[in-house]
């Protein structure tokens, strides 16, 4: 018997963060977040960190776990959200998957291997070096000729998951959209629904013009400027998100305050159009459209995807 899980995903500010406890108190679910922000200590504010209150005594895993100098990335989540699992399933729970990076969600799903070819990272330190040397766009440019297709998968200024599939190829030979297509294929290990949740365009980017003007409004500078006064550097993985890369240009003196909110409302909307594009690549998916609807409106259309999947939807599923 597979084990179920629910995903429940959607791009940035589409209105995930309370539908999911909703689901979670209906179906007797435990939240794992799939969000590469939410797990770092002190970043509340720029990630929409779901809020005690918010959680509504609902148990939540992979938030406030790590040191913003701490390296997360799709192994270690893996890691994480599996050994999540396995305590949500020993109490009889479901496990509900949340949040907006769509390759974490993959690779869960899936269960995609990205274990490493062998032990010499010298190419790697090579590219790295380039990257320092010469830019992100030099090595997307690499990419565009040994694999275009994961340059269409891959945003330009992402150098590690550039460097990783430059580096794939170099070792293997072989185009790692090419791998990881073959991964997908793969049947998954668990009784799953993968819901997406949508609204119409314009609607997500007033929401996202409204989130991004609420987290200002809630001290989002002052939080860039703890951080920074931590040390914490645009170099860092964690400080290369949205909300924190921008201020911090505008901290560092390289563009005005006006000017970074700009960059940031628009950088924003183009994110949740890629993480929209993500997700309508990806099969075996349902889409939820919350426009219109109440809360208790979209449990009912949720419940019925669940029982159609074969989950004892509207009670509990274990």
């Known amino acids: 018997m597979k084990k179920p899980l629910l995903i429940l995903t959607g791009p940035t500010a589409v209105g995930k963060t309370s539908l999911s406890v909703k689901a979670a108190k209906k179906f007797h679910g435990e939240i794992i977040s799939a969000d590469s922000m939410q797990v770092y200590k002190g970043m509340d504010i720029g990630s929409a960190k779901v809020t005690l209150e918010e959680m509504e005594g609902v148990p939540h895993h992979l938030i406030d776990v790590l040191e913003p100098w701490e390296e997360f990335h799709v192994v270690r989540f893996k890691q994480m959200a599996k050994e999540a699992m396995k305590g949500i399933y020993e109490r009889g729970h479901l496990p509900i998957l949340t949040g907006g990076t769509g390759f ?16 010499d990272f010298s190419y790697r330190k090579n590219l790295e070096t380039l990257a320092k040397e010469r830019g992100a766009s030099y090595l997307y440019s690499l990419l565009q000729v040994r694999d275009p297709q994961a340059a269409e998968e891959i945003h330009e200024n992402n150098i590690k998951r550039i460097i990783r599939a430059l580096e794939f190829y170099e070792k293997t030979g072989t185009p790692i959209s090419e791998h990881n297509r ?35 409004a809630d001290g989002l500078l002052d939080e860039v400027k703890k951080l920074k006064a931590l040390g914490y550097t645009k ?19 390289e563009t005005d305050y006006e000017e970074a909110v700009r960059i940031l409302k628009r950088d924003t909307r183009h994110f949740a159009k890629r993480q929209l594009t993500w997700f309508k690549r990806e099969r075996q998916t349902d889409w939820l459209s919350l426009d219109q609807k109440t809360e208790e409106e979209a449990l009912e259309e949720l419940a019925g995807i669940l029982q159609s999947k074969g989950f004892a939807a509207g009670r509990r599923v274990l």
């Open 182 to 216: 073959a991964e997908r294929e793969k049947e998954s290990p668990y009784l799953f629904a993968y819901v997406v949740l949508n609204r119409e365009r314009q609607e997500l980017y007033r929401r996202i013009d409204l989130r991004v003007d609420q987290m200002l």
């Open 104 to 119: 974490y969600i993959q690779a869960l799903l899936y269960d995609i291997d990205f274990t490493e070819n062998d032990a």
């Open 235 to 253: 170099d860092m993985v964690s400080m290369q998100g949205l909300g924190y890369k921008e201020l911090l240009a505008y901290l560092d003196g």
